[in-house]
Every structure is written in C-alpha cells, then in structure tokens.
C-alpha cells in the first residue's frame, strides 16, 4: 500500500524520509514541486498526484506536506485518512505538529512510523497503544534514561492490541476519578446582504477528557436526542445501543478523545446569535469608498457572546482605511487586504460600530465585487442547538467519579465559517 | 567514507596504525564519545559511530544508532557502518534492537550477504516466548528482501500461521505480501497459508489476511466462499484499516455472487437507458421467477450499514461505494448524509467525497438534491475543491432548483478568483443547454457579464454564448452584433476565436457588420494567435462565398498573409481554403460543392460532465480519482445473468440459509425491500447471532441436539447477548493461591470450543516477585461436568496478568465446577459456581411464537410468583436491564407496555426458556418463568425475584 513517506517543508526542503519497501528516490518529490508551482497557495495542490511510476498522495497541515508514494490501486482516502492520523500522533506526542519538533524528535518519528505501519498497511494507530510502546518524551524522561539507561520503548505487546477494545490501556491508575465532557458546536452559516440565512446548520462534537482507573463502562444519556440527525463515533460506543436506546454506552479511552460528532439539521431552529449591517461601497469619482459595519447580539438566551472577531478580505485596489470604532481594535493590512476587527465582548446596551474611510488606487477601475466578511465568535455556557447531557453513569468500577459538562458555541475559528456575503449589483435577470 | 579510506591506507603504512589505534581507544574507554561525537567535526562522524557501535556500553551503542537512523531519515547514506550495525541485532536492550531492525530493514538489500549474518538471531527470536518479540522477528526477517532467504521466510510463515497469539498470525498475513513481492514463484505455497489464515476467527487476523488475499490471488474468489458470512459478522469488531480493506474485497465478491438487484426499479430509474433495455429483458424472467434477494447478499448489506457512522472516513467511503455497487437503487440513498458528513473534515477528503459525489450525482440527483446547500462554495475553499463543487450543483440542477442555483452563482462570478468566475460562467452554460426552459435568461444574463470589467470572465463568457447561440441560432443576431463590438476590446486568444466563427457562421444574418469585421481583423492578422488566425481564413472563406463582391480583395489579401505564415496549420488551411473557394482551372469537382461544404450546418456541441465516464471504475478507487486505470485495480464484474450456487458459502449445516430466508419468501417483493420498523430490527438482531465469528454455531446446535422443545427452535434465532458489564468474581485469593491470584467473569459469548458449553475468562495475576510458570488445569470434577482447559501459561512475570478464556459444560446445573491450578510448583483446588442467568442463551422470537411455546409449557414446567417491584423499575427499561443483568436473556417484543418477556434456550441442552414479568397495580407484578428444566426454572425465579424487588 504505502510505499513510503516524504515530510516536505513549504520552502520545498524534504526533511524525513521513510520506505517500508524499496527506497524510492527523493526525486519524486519533484512532482509535487511542479505542482506547487502551479497553485497559487500550497492549500491548492492536488493531492493526488500521478506520475510515470508511482502516485502521489500528499496532506498539507501545519505547513508540511505528508507525501506519501504509493505504487498500486489504494482507496485514496484511505492514505488521506493515515497521514492525518500520523500528523496527530505526531501533535499529540510533542504537543505540535512542526518541521521543528519532528526534526528534533526524529528517533520517536521512526520509531512510531515503524510501529504504525507495516510493509505499507497501517499497523498500530490507536494512541494508547502506541504510548504503551513508546513512551512520549519528557524532559523528566529523557533525564532519567540518560541516568539508567532505561529505554522508551516497551518490551510487552501492549495488551490493547490483542482485545476487542484496543482503544484502552489495561491497568489505569487514577487518585482523583474525572471524566469531563464538553459539547463544542459551531454555526456554519452564509448569509446574504441583507441578513437572509442563505444556508445554516450546526456541527458539534463531544470531546471527552476521561481518567477513569480500571475499566469504567460509562453510559451518557441526553436530555434530547432526537435533535441529532446525523452522527459519527468514536469506536469504542456500542452503535447497537445507540439505535435501539439512544445513549451512548461506551468503555472509554484513556485521556483527551472525540466521542462523538454530530449535526443537527432543523435548518429554521438555527438561530444566529448576532446581527451584521454592513455597508460597503465605492465612489465612482475620487477613488475612495466608505465602509460601515454595525454588530449586535441577537437571540442567545441570556448568555454573552465572546471574543467576537470580524475578519473583512477587501478588493485588492483598497490601499488603505482610515477607521474608527466605539469598541474594540481595528487593523487593515495592506499587503494581504484583510481587515480585521476585535471586537470583544457584545453587551446588549452597546451596539460595537466600525465606520470610515477607504482609499483606492487612483486610474483602478472601481472593485465590483463585494467584500465577504467573516464572523468568529464564542458562547459559553450555551449549546445552540439546546442539545443537554442528562447524565453519566458508570458501571463496572466501584468508586463514584468526579463529572463535568461544559457547552461551548463558536462561530468560525479553523473549522467552518460564517459568512456575510453581499450582493451589491443587482443582476436580477436570473428572476 | 573519505575517513575510511585513511585508515585503511595508514594501516598498510605499518608502524603509524598502531598509534591511530590508540589514540581511538581511550574516547571509547574513558565514555566521552558521546560527546565527542557532537562536537566532532562531520567528515569523522561516521568513524566515531563505529567506534560507540563497537564498545561496551550500550548507552553509547544507543545514542550511535540514533544518530544513524538520523542519517537514515534525512535520506543520508550509512551503508558503510553495516558490520558494525549488524553486531548489535542480538542486543538485550529493547530500544537498541528496534533501531538496529530499522536500519537492517533499510540496508539489507544493497548489503545482502552480510545480512545473512543476523538471520540466525531471527530464527531463534521465532521460538521467543514473548509474543512481541516473535513477531517483530518475523516482520524484520521478512522486510530484508534478500532472496537467498526466501525458503527460511517461507518456513517461518508457515509456524507463525499456526502461531497461538492472533498479532504473531496478523503479522504472518503481512509477510505473506512481502515474500510474494520478494519471489512471485511462491505464490502456491502462499495461497495455501492464506487459505489458512482466512479461516481464522481473530478480528486482528481478518484485514491483514484479506489484504494478502488481494495482494496475492485477488481472482481465487473461491476461497472467500466458506468465509464470506464470518467476515461479515466479524466486519465491525474488525480495526478500521482492515475494514476498509474487507468492505472493497467483498463489493467484488457480491458482484460475481450475486443476481442484480437493480431489476424491478430500473424502469423507475431516472437517466439510464441501458437498465431499461436490461429491464425490458429481464422482465420476462421477472414474471415466471420473482427477484428475491439472496440473504448473504441482505446480510452484507445489513453489517456494513452501522460502518456509515465510523469516524474514520476512508471506511464511509467504503461503505458508501459498497451500497452504490450492491444495494437496490432505492437503498443507496442512506449512504448520501453520511457522505455530506464527510464535507465537514479536512480538504484532502473533501476533495475525494467530492469526487465521488460529482459522479453519483450524474445517474442519481435525487440522492443529492436535498443536500444542494451543502455544496454551495465558501470564499476559502481551495481551487479543486470549488471547481468540484461547480460541478456538482451544476448535475444537481433541475427546472425545480435552477432558480435558487442561478442565484447562488451569480455571487460566485463576483467572486474575486478570477479563474474560479470563469469556471461559473461555464457552469452557466452547462445549465443553459441541459435546461432548455432557462437558455433565454442564461444568454441575456451572459451577455450583460459582457460589460464586465475583467476579461477571463469576458473572454469565457464569449465562448460559452458562442456555444449557447448555436444550439438556436434563430433569433439572436442582436447578440452577434454586440459581440462584434467587443472584438476590438478583446484579447483572449479563444474568445476571438469564438467571436470571429459566430461571424462567419452567420453572417447572412449581420451582412453589413461581417465584411467590416473582417477588415479589421485582416489589419491585425500577423499579430494574432494561431486560433486567431485559423478563423480569421474560416470567416474570410465564408464571407468571400457568400459576399464575395466586398470582400474579395480582403481575402485575397488573408490568403496571401496566410501562405507565408510561419505555422504549418495555418499555410495548409490556407492552400486548401483557396483552392475550394477560389475556382481556377486545377481545382477539380469539389469547388463546385464550397459552399455546401463550409457553410454546413454545424450540430451544436455537447456540454457535458467531465465525471460523466467516471463510473466505469469503482468508486472510491485511486483510479476513480485519476480517471485512468491505476496498476493494480481490480475490475469490478457485471451482475452475473444466472444465479451461481448459494450453497458455496455454507459452513457446516445447510439449515443457516433457509431459516433467514423463509419468512421473507411470504412477503410481496416492495414490502421485502421496505425494511421498515421492527421488522428491520429483528431481522438485523437475527443476522448478528454470535457477532464473535461464530455464525455457524446457532444452526450447529439447532440440528445437532434433539432434546424436546426443538420444533420450536426454527422460529427463533439465536441472538448476540445484551450487553451487560461484566461481573468479576474472585477464583482465588492472592493469599491462599501464595501469590496467584484468579478471577473469572463469564462474557456470555458463545464458546469456541463446543456449543454445549459456557465460556469463561479467567484473569490470572501474579502478585509474587518471582515469575510464575507452568501455569495449567490439573484434574477436574465432578463427572458429568466436561472443562475445556486453557492452554499452558509457561510463564508470567511478577506484577503481570494474563487473561485465559475456558469453556465449561456444566449440563444445565448449578452444580460447581471444580478443578485444580496447578503451577510449577503447587496445587490450588477451586470451584466455579455458575450463577443460573449464566447457563442461558438469548434468543429471538416474535410474540405469536413466544405465546405458544408458553402455551406448550405449562403445568410442572411453569413457575411463578407475585412480588413486590421497585418503584423506579415500573417503567420498560429498568426491568428490561435488571433482567438481563441477571439471566443472559433475549428480549421478546411486546405489544403491551405492562409485559416483558424474554427467551433464551440452555447452553447444554438447548431447552428453551421463557419468562414474563406482567406489571400490575400497586407496584406488585406477576413473574411467570416457563421451562422443561424444572429445577433450573425455579432457581431462576428465585433470582429474577431478588433483582426485580430491589431497587
């Protein structure tokens, strides 16, 4: 399957290689450097790549690209699907996934790569499993090896490997039980000029911190379940009982994982928590423009809406804006033409405004497009969607654990984004 | 390597090598190498490793491999240093070891025969009692790729096959792969392990085996056969990878098993004219011989369903390209939230999903069309992932829809990706022709963009018109006319073209305008592209056809600029252009046809997908990404026209088939398809009977035991037991077993070892500072009770554990189990006392059936009680749970919300059992328990009472 994999840095500089099979030269890569030619921006490279003798499957994160050089049919999102695993093994074992960290963690990087795949089919991906076999480095630990020449490789096959739930490591010791949950929702949504929702729906995940000693079977029930309408799961709950009861009946992972994903369709219960007027436009004569944008909170049930960022990606004739606001900071970058407003907190007595002046480049035509704007935001506290945890119960293990649920609502961030479009000509021969 | 050389020449020198020598030996023993080696400059850096390779401390030997597999990783050489690597495969130090494979693996074939000097090593870690370590002998022994080796390898996979521990077997499955690349002439030897290995019942085993199987014999489908319903039911315990890799084996197997599901439907099928004409054909068949689906068919269907909810995408998509291969046209649809889900992870897949959509959503818009918005194209997208999108909103429109996707693209050309507005405007197009009823609008809409400011979306908007106008060139000359004007405007190569052919296509309709464009065009010929060229000969022939007393002087002139252009197109164009239109003594019978030749009506062209073909491959396959058959890919076959024998994939008993099948043989064929409601459920619960591998043991039974109450058994199926947590109870005390402690749970799976016995794990601890060895079964009792012993424990470390699974026939008593532990060196007598719950078997039935079995057994074979219930366990669940928490139960449903009944048969003898708790008022119920085990039943009751009641 995977023949082996080439970490390139965006400068084009390839600084790991590992074959599982025959070495295949470097100079495959030079493929992918013709492509990234091409593309405008690293984000455009095709991923699949097909060359005389082999095929090119590459993921860009964290600025480096996973190529991996594959030989024969292979379903591509099943290497897709591997190499992302290998950038979050890699995140998760030295708390980022860089050129640095890799280079400077290189024994670890092939020793996990020789653990998680072999001659080409992924071997061992669970990170639990893989921690039992080799241990994350610490300074604490790479002191103590030094001193006792211990090593961070495990000598036992981890039992995790050989049960059905590979998932769990046995023998988990905790002095403090804990199992924390949080539901994180985003709102995806487009909205047209005038504050129509062109398209909304909700996405939310269950991220789990769960230290649990023993084998806890936990079962985490909601108050309203019937709002999920489409869901994916960590492997460990057991889907028959989801089906048949809708509870999540699971044996949980040791530390940080994703139980679950969800998405809830009701598209008119989508309620957006702000509303944007905006108004930007551009003089005929005198190339200037004027921009104007007001932000205030809309239907959140009593919470407060956070850390509210708009990000505006002007037209490239915008050379500069002279603006002011009544809350928050304001910056314009000329060279990538975005303008980003921090706004902060949005309380109900302030309504935030951005308003002022843009100067264009004189002889440019007049931009006729429209800037999009996007809109981060937080609530705390709060699941839009009105999704509940109802409770948790565990069996299996006799001490009572200490449990949590937080709800968090965002807007943007890396994820989906909202965006305001506006449609400033009227082209309304389409009606 | 410079270093090397050195050396060696000043040993030939004589007295200096000893001085050298010397003066590298006292870093070694004084243990500052390490440091040394960093500060050092780069050219000695390799002799140095060698040197820490060849000490004594085996720190210093680690921090040298380190370094080399640095080398290695940055794609640096460090084949010199194999001698002194190779020393070290022996090393005790676990770390070390596991570097010093890494670097065998990567340098074993450029240095064969010094390689063979560790295989030694290997074949004796093969022996190793430690599971890890046989198997990470065998993986390295089989990645060194020397061929002298290959009968030692072959050996060594045949052992490992065999192996007690399912990871040494996985292991062995991918060393198969890798000796048949090594040496393809093995490939008998190999099927016959891999036949082997598809036999096996570990979940680890499956994926690996089958991607062996792919690698290996992809066409001995025959193999499959006896494995295809264990591989099915073992599907979703398998681990991810390998699921994918089953899911894409089986898709091919269904195709050649199994009778095309597509029949009834094809007539109601949206855009496929060949399933009608297949329709037509079969429909005569259909009408002596119904289509029923075969069940292993259903069945596959039915266990890869829950896979739509892994979190691991390549695995949906698996299953997504299954059910669009395999499952009627009307079930596919299921498949479509779960791919829209997919839009929401990273771009890589959502470039893959997309792909596919686009191809689906040709043959199937309706899969997609409620899910349009989700396709609608964000400002970050990348460049192929919103030209995919385009093209799949552009398959998805409709006279419904089009309105609403005009809209959204109108936005789209605003956009300030040039290239991705250009793309739109061909999207535009393509709506425009598949639509008919919007064309006017789509035209009108593209020739205002005309005015627009940048020329790409100018110059596409020009050459998609130019293709609209010909698809009805009836009423538009306003449009040519206006085009005209652009010409002086523009200067994209193509949209010149463009504009210059409609002028000439139909220039009877602008007669004034076309000479004057000519002129102009004839004034900038040399400067043109050669497109531009070819059509300014194109228009000047046309014109001097049908104008020619204008325009005669002009083409002559065209025609002369063209004879001497520096392209050969355009002089080839130009000398037969001349010699057709131009009538002179030479030129033969064609002139006379010039006209009928160069003004033929033209077929408007075709806008179609460019995933139009995409479907002669599999989805979800490299080559459907490609578009081009990647090496290695596998077709997947047409429906076989005849059924092949359904009987191939039977194991053992014959029964397994029909009893599934049967009561769907009633049903009237769309009710069959519905699958709705509880229906589905039970069926679904039917099919997962021992979802732990044993799918043959439920007939096993049912056919071989023939104690009373058997009639009965074909209406009921076996049934995977609710998941209760496991009980623990303690075996041996770690004080009395001098360090040993036991405990045991029962899983309440079907035991491996025989169908009459109750399996049960014991965990064994060894709480002593010393290693623990032959741990094993001694003698047992009391008669009448069969144990099935665990295999020998040959040691267990201090502080380790080991889980041992035994299977006891305990002849449907409650009667204690006793055996003797023994170690090495002592005895331990224990007993295992089954609780009653656990000697059962859930099973499934429907309530007509349970009320008549309860029916046939009352008198002596019925007990029952009033108790007094917990208020909290009035409700369905509570008691459902408590129940099953008690007795390994199946749950019967019930019309009534007051009743609960369940089934289950005794392991041993396979009796059924039966109870009901009836809900009264006051919080009192009525607990009826009926069985011919009369003694068993009692004891039950007894039980179920003292959960019920508490609360």
């Known amino acids: ?78 290497v897709i699907e591997f190499l992302h695993r290998v950038a979050e093994t890699f995140q998760d074992y030295f708390g980022e996934c860089s050129e640095a960290s890799i280079k400077d963690n290189v024994v670890i990087v092939y020793e996990l790569l020789e653990e998680m795949l072999d001659n080409g089919f992924p071997l061992a991906t669970e990170a639990n499993i893989l921690k039992e076999m080799i241990k994350p480095p ?224 004189s002889g440019a035509p ?58 400033f000509f009227c082209w309304n021969l389409f009606e | 390597m410079s270093t090397n050389n050195l050396s060696y020449n000043e040993q030939g020198g004589g007295a200096e090598p000893a001085v050298e020598l010397g003066q590298e030996s006292t870093p070694t023993a004084s243990g500052s190498t390490a440091a040394a080696g960093l500060f050092s400059t780069d050219f000695k850096k ?88 046989r198997a990470s002998a065998l993986r390295v022994l089989s990645s060194i790729r020397v061929p002298i080796i290959v009968p030692i390898m072959m050996l060594a996979i045949k052992e490992a096959a065999t192996d007690l521990s399912p990871y040494v077997r996985k292991t062995a499955a991918h060393a198969i792969q890798k000796l048949y690349s090594l040496d393809p002439e093995q490939k008998e030897h190999l099927i016959e392990v891999i036949d082997k290995l598809l036999k096996d019942k570990s979940t680890l085993v499956a994926g690996s085996v089958v991607m062996a199987f792919e690698e290996v014999c992809p066409d001995r489908i025959d193999l499959i056969h006896k494995n295809y319903r264990k591989l099915c039911n073992l ?75 892994s979190r691991n995408t390549a695995v949906v998509m698996a299953v997504a390209q299954l059910y669009w291969h395999l499952a009627p046209k009307q079930e596919v649809s299921i498949v479509t939230k779960s791919l829209v889900r997919l839009l929401r992870s990273h771009r890589e897949v959502q470039y893959i999903v997309l792909q596919n959509i686009a191809t689906m959503s040709i043959q199937r818009k309706g899969m997609f069309e409620p899910f349009l918005k989700s396709f609608y194209v964000r400002s970050t997208d ?49 709506c425009a022709t598949n639509i008919s009823e919007i064309t006017d609008t789509c035209l009108n809409g593209l020739v205002l963009l005309l005015s627009n400011r940048d020329e790409t979306v100018v110059a596409e908007c020009v050459v998609v018109i130019k293709k609209l106008l010909q698809t009805q060139p009836s009423q538009h000359s306003d449009i040519i006319k206006h085009m005209a004007k652009l010409l002086d405007n523009i200067t994209v190569p193509m949209a010149r073209a463009s504009i210059l052919w409609l002028i000439g296509e139909y220039c009877e309709r602008v007669p004034k305008i076309a000479p004057d464009v000519l002129r102009k065009v004839a004034k900038s010929f040399t400067s043109e592209e050669d497109i531009v060229k070819l059509q300014t000969l194109n228009l000047a022939a046309k014109l001097y056809l049908t104008n020619s007393k204008q325009t005669k002087l002009l083409t002559q002139y065209i025609l002369n600029l063209g004879k001497y252009d520096q392209n050969y197109d355009i002089r080839d164009r130009t000398r037969f252009l001349r010699q057709l239109i131009v009538p002179n003594e030479k030129s033969g019978a064609l002139s006379k046809y010039a006209k009928r030749i160069l003004l033929a009506s033209k077929p408007a062209p075709v806008l179609e997908s460019a995933f139009k073909d995409r479907d002669r491959f599999q989805l979800g396959t490299l080559s459907h990404t490609l578009n081009a058959k990647a090496s290695g890919y ?50 679904e619960e039917a099919s997962e009977s021992g979802s732990s591998g044993s799918s043959s043991s439920s007939s096993e039974e049912e056919s071989s035991s023939g104690s009373g109450g058997r009639t009965s058994c074909r209406l009921c199926c076996l049934l995977s037991p609710v998941f209760v947590p496991p009980k623990s109870h303690e075996l041996l005390h770690r004080m009395s077993g001098k360090g040993l402690a036991v405990s045991y749970h029962f899983p309440r799976q079907p035991c491996a070892y025989s169908h009459r016995m109750v399996s049960v794990q014991l965990t064994l601890t060894n709480g002593r500072d010393q290693p623990l060895e032959d741990i094993c079964v001694g003698e047992a009792g009391p008669p009448g009770i069969a144990i099935h012993r665990f295999a020998t424990i040959e040691r267990l470390q201090p502080e380790a554990s080991i889980t041992v699974s035994m299977g006891i026939d305990f002849n449907d008593s409650t009667q204690a189990a006793n055996f003797q532990l023994c170690t090495k060196t002592d005895q331990f007598s224990v007993s295992i006392q089954p609780a009653v719950g656990e000697l059962l078997m859930p099973v499934t039935m429907t309530e007509q059936d349970f009320l008549k079995e309860q029916g046939q057994l009352t008198g002596m074979n019925e007990s029952s009680v009033t108790i007094t219930i917990a208020p909290d366990s009035m409700s369905s669940q509570p008691v459902g749970r408590k129940v099953v928490s008690v007795a390994n139960m199946g749950v019967v449903p019930s019309s009534q919300n007051s009743i609960h009944r369940f089934a289950a048969k005794t392991v041993s003898s396979g009796s059924l059992v039966l109870s009901s708790v009836v809900l009264q008022e006051a919080s009192t119920a009525k607990l009826v328990v009926n069985t011919e085990k009369t003694v068993l039943g009692s004891v039950l009751l007894r039980e179920l009472k003292t959960a019920l009641s508490q609360g």
């Open chain 1, 1 to 78: 399957m995977i023949h082996s994999l080439f970490l390139v840095s965006t400068a084009g500089h390839i600084f790991l290689e590992k074959h599982w099979k025959s070495v295949i030269s470097r100079s495959v890569c030079d493929y992918l450097f013709e492509a990234q030619g091409k593309a405008s921006a690293p984000e455009n490279v095709p991923p699949v790549i097909a060359t005389p003798h082999h095929y090119l499957i590459s993921v860009y994160r964290d600025r480096i690209f996973f190529v991996a050089v594959i030989q024969t049919e292979v379903p591509p999102l099943f």
């Open chain 1, 138 to 361: 610490t300074i604490l630990r790479s002191v103590v090896n030094t001193i006792t020449g211990s090593s961070n490789v495990g000598g036992t096959l981890p039992t995790g490997q050989l049960s059905n739930i590979p998932w769990r490591r046995t023998g988990v010791k905790y002095t403090n039980n804990e199992a924390y949950f949080d539901v994180v929702e985003e709102i995806d949504a487009i909205l047209d000029k005038s504050g129509t929702v062109v398209f909304a729906e909700i996405q939310g995940v269950i991220d789990a911190c769960v230290k649990l000693s023993g084998m806890p079977d936990l079962t985490l029930s909601f108050v309203n379940p019937r709002l999920l309408d489409d869901v994916s799961f960590h492997p460990c709950v057991r889907f028959k009982r989801w089906e048949a009861e809708r509870v999540l009946s699971f044996i949980p992972p040791d530390g940080n994982f994703r139980l679950m994903s969800y998405h809830v369709n009701a598209q008119n219960l989508v309620a957006i928590p702000v509303y944007v007027k905006q108004n930007v436009s551009f003089f005929e004569t005198g190339s200037s423009g004027r921009l104007d944008i007001t932000v205030g909170p809309k239907q959140t049930m009593g919470k407060t809406i956070e850390d509210v960022v708009i990000t505006v990606h002007m037209p490239k004739v915008v050379l500069n804006a002279n603006l002011t606001t009544n809350q928050g900071t304001s910056t314009y970058d000329p060279v990538t033409k975005v303008l980003v407003w921090d706004i902060g907190k949005l309380n109900q007595q302030k309504v935030p405004n951005l308003k002022g002046s843009l100067s264009l480049q």
């Open chain 1, 366 to 423: 007049r931009p006729d497009e429209n800037p999009t704007l996007n809109i981060d935001l937080r609530i705390q506290q709060l699941a839009i969607s009105g999704l509940k945890v109802n409770r948790l119960n565990m069996f299996g293990e006799k001490y009572k654990p200490f449990k949590g649920v937080k709800y968090v609502t965002k807007a943007g961030n890396a994820g989906p984004q909202r965006e305001q479009r506006s449609t």
């Open chain 2, 46 to 133: 390799n002799e140095d490793l060698k040197e820490m390779l060849e000490s004594n401390k085996e720190s210093l030997k680690l921090e040298a491999m380190k370094r080399i597999v640095g080398l290695i990783a940055k794609g640096k050489n460090a084949s010199e240093l194999f001698p002194a690597v190779v020393k070290n495969v022996a090393s005790k130090n676990i770390e070390l070891k596991k570097l010093v494979y890494v670097y065998l693996v990567r340098y074993a074939e450029e240095q064969q025969d010094l390689a063979l000097l560790s295989i030694s090593t290997f074949q004796r870690a093969l022996k190793d009692p430690n599971q890890l370590i």
């Open chain 2, 235 to 309: 599907l979703v315990d398998v681990e991810e990878w390998g699921q994918v890799v089953i899911i894409t084996m089986l898709t091919r197997y269904a195709r050649t098993q199994f009778l095309s599901p597509w029949r009834e439907d094809a007539l109601f099928d949206e855009n496929s004219e060949k399933a009608f004409y297949d329709s037509d054909v079969e429909k005569e068949k259909a009408d002596s011989k119904p289509y029923m689906m075969d069940p292993d068919h259903r069945l596959l269907l039915r266990n890869t369903k829950p896979l739509l909810q």
């Open chain 2, 382 to 430: 990348a460049t192929h992932i919103k030209t995919l999108k385009l093209e799949i909103l552009t398959n998805l429109a409709t006279e419904a829809n089009i309105s609403t996707i005009l809209r959204e693209f109108q936005t789209y050309v605003k956009s300030q990706d040039k290239q991705f507005a250009a793309t739109t405007i061909q999207a535009i197009g393509r």
């Open chain 2, 634 to 683: 596998l077709e997947l076959s047409d429906w076989p026209t005849v059924a092949p024998d359904q009987s191939v994939r039977n194991v053992e008993v014959k029964e397994w088939a029909p009893s599934l099948g049967k009561p769907k043989a009633t049903k009237s064929d769309d009710k069959f398809y519905s699958d709705s409601g509880e229906e589905e459920e039970q069926e």
